[in-house]
């Protein structure tokens, strides 16, 4: 029978789970996903971890609270400390992010217990509730397209553009979009940039058939944002210009962009559509 003999310095696994205070079973599970194995082992194959073994368990366990997964958790201990300490920054602006979701949820609630204090039976307040927790819900998937500084950065430009009336409908209207609308809309906008920048490396003519078609899809695209409201459409085009105005490295939307030629150009492709529709 194997007696598990070790030298100094080295525990068993039923050892090493009490030292660390994790179970057994996660220190097998972390061996076989090729994140934490032992040192060495016994004569019979049992496993033998050591004092340096313990000190990477800790940061495994230290990112894992942190919220990574297991596979960044694994790239992690395996680039340099620049890099991870670059790693760290962004988990931190995701947190941040998650955290004033959660006090948007937060302050939901304060604002419906206030309500049901002084009005028993409001269930306008309770649905006030569900509807806020169920849109800081369903945003989780906005961060495969924006990072959290890119939605902090639009969501103050917003402040700055559209009047509370404007904020509050858009709120309404955005409740429902999915991620798949986000990706529609995102090939639909992304075909129009690139009409765009064909026209005007052609030097084509703003008032012409492809010009005007392009026109008509901007307009189109626009009115689906708009809704045709007045408010909206003049907040919209505030948040542009507050959006271009800053430098070219902290626009959210640099990528759609315009430049002075592009904007001119449509523009007067516009102008022309509009005086055609009207």
């Known amino acids: 029978m194997d007696q598990q003999q070790h030298q100094p ?38 496993r033998l971890y050591s004092d340096e073994d313990l000190g990477s368990l800790q940061q495994i366990l230290a990112l894992k609270f942190l919220g990574f997964s297991l596979d960044e958790i694994k790239v992690c201990l395996q680039t340099d400390p620049e890099r991870l300490q670059e790693t760290l920054a962004t988990q931190k602006a995701m947190m941040r992010e998650k955290r004033k979701q959660l006090e948007a949820v937060i302050q939901a609630i304060e604002k419906a217990e206030t309500l049901l204090h ?17 849109m800081e819900q369903n945003k ?3 961060n495969n397209y924006l ?29 429902n979009w999915t991620e798949q609308d986000q990706q529609r809309a995102n090939q639909q906008w992304s075909a129009v940039y690139t009409e765009l920048r064909r026209l005007v490396a052609e030097g084509a003519d703003p008032t012409g058939p492809d010009a005007q078609a392009l026109a008509r899809q901007h307009s189109e695209l626009i009115g689906q944002f708009t809704r045709g409201d007045a408010d909206v459409s003049t907040g919209l085009k505030q948040w542009w210009k507050n959006h271009d105005q800053l430098p070219q490295g902290e ?4 990528a759609y962009s315009y430049s002075s030629e592009e904007w001119a150009f449509l523009q007067q492709a516009l102008d022309h559509y509009n005086q055609k529709q009207s």
């Open 9 to 46: 310095g080295q525990y068993t696994t039923s050892q090493f789970a009490q030292k660390a205070a994790v179970t057994a079973r996660t220190l097998r599970f972390y061996d076989k996903v090729g994140l934490l194995s032992p040192s060495g082992y016994t004569q019979a194959g049992h």
């Open 118 to 134: 002084d009005e028993q039976g409001n269930w306008e307040a309770l649905v006030n509730v569900i509807q806020v927790m169920q």
């Open 140 to 142: 989780d998937w906005v």
């Open 147 to 175: 990072t959290p500084e890119q939605q902090q950065k639009m969501a103050e430009i917003s402040q700055k553009s559209y009047s509370p009336e404007a904020a509050q409908k858009i709120a309404a209207w955005g409740q």
């Open 251 to 254: 626009r959210p939307m640099g």
